[in-house]
């Protein structure tokens, strides 16, 4: 099994900044892409950025400019620095992964928990 495991998020005044961690763990034989999505109440999930394992990245129009993406190969961990929050940033945010285990020879999408956050304007 593979876990992920998200932290990061809060409250913070609009304009303000927050960085998001996402450390995968367990049966991991290899990650491709990895990213962040947000569901915000009553809205659809939505991706926020993703990174693939060369660094390439791909940010949704709301966000560019403001949000990036990185990650660290050596921890499997991505990370989503947030600056210039906005009141519509708020939504729960999950940290999703494209993977192999060490189980088995299938591509599989595993999920956070979601971490929340909050902009208060």
């Known amino acids: 099994q593979v876990q992920l495991v998200e932290s990061g998020g809060g409250l913070v005044q609009a304009g303000g900044s927050l960085r998001l961690s996402c450390a995968a763990s367990g049966s991991i034989f290899s990650i491709n892409a990895m990213g962040w999505y947000r569901q915000a109440p009553g809205k659809q999930r939505e991706l926020v950025a993703a990174?693939?394992?060369?660094?390439?990245?791909n940010y949704a129009d709301s966000v560019k400019g403001r949000f990036t993406i990185s990650r660290d190969n050596a921890k499997n961990t991505v990370y989503l620095q947030m600056n210039s929050l906005k009141p519509e940033d708020t939504a729960v945010y999950y940290c999703?992964?494209?993977?192999?285990?060490?189980?088995?020879?299938?591509?599989?999408?595993?999920w956070g928990q979601g971490t929340q956050v909050t902009v208060s304007s």
């Open positions: 990174i693939t394992s060369g660094g390439s990245t």
């Open positions: 999703a992964v494209k993977g192999l285990s060490t189980r088995d020879i299938f591509l599989r999408d595993y």
